[in-house]
């Protein structure tokens, strides 16, 4: 019941924010395989990408990086809505019996917020 509701949240969101389609940022760092190289458009026009579909569904890793290293590239709405989506989903999976991995999450939410802050 998580995973499907996580599935659904996380893809669901990117579909319905028109603001976070914009041209892909020149700042980000395609690394061979990270999945960041068939640029997410999740209905955007074309030769623009969804950053919350680049978060989303990319490497975490890639995604932690680019938004620690150049948290201006991104509009300040979109790391709102990471750390504010992410947040619950942590602290809700942190509480489960289940491997979750809590440490990329954690560096996600306070990347995407101090983004935000500043």
């Known amino acids: 019941a998580l995973s499907a509701f996580t599935s659904i949240l996380l893809f669901t969101i990117p579909l319905l924010t028109s603001w976070s389609c914009k041209a892909p940022m020149a700042t980000l760092q395609v690394e061979e395989g990270s999945g960041f190289d ?11 990408v969804n950053e919350l579909g680049i978060i989303f569904f990319g490497s975490r890793v890639a995604a932690i990086k680019s938004i620690l290293a150049h948290p201006e590239a991104y509009d300040p709405r979109t790391l709102l809505t990471v750390g504010f989506v992410f947040f619950p989903l ?29």
């Open 90 to 118: 942590m602290t809700l999976t942190f509480g489960v019996s289940l491997p979750t991995g809590i440490f990329m999450s954690t560096v996600l939410v306070g990347g995407a917020l101090g983004g935000y802050a500043g």
């Open 38 to 48: 068939f640029n997410h458009r999740f209905d955007c026009p074309p030769a623009q």
